[in-house]
């Protein structure tokens, strides 16, 4: 009895830890990963450029100059009303 308790919480423990190890990402994802990150900062960064009081027209160019070749169109990919 004991050593099917022990190989059933044997088997439980490699299940669990084969099935949460990730698989390596790839080249493509790995540069998409990167590009997300890059607009996250640019958009945080917009984000403390107005905090600081500074107009949205200035923070808005900011935000074109440092998320330029990273996203389509005028606002880094992304858009929200105001």
Known sequence: MKNRLLALMLIGLTATFGIAAPAPLDKATQDDIARHRAMATAH????????????????????????????????????HTH
């Open 44 to 79: 945080e960064n917009a984000a403390k450029c107005l905090e600081s009081g500074k107009s949205d027209e200035v923070c808005e160019q900011q935000l074109l100059v440092e998320c330029k070749g990273l996203a389509i169109g005028k606002f880094c990919g992304m858009k």
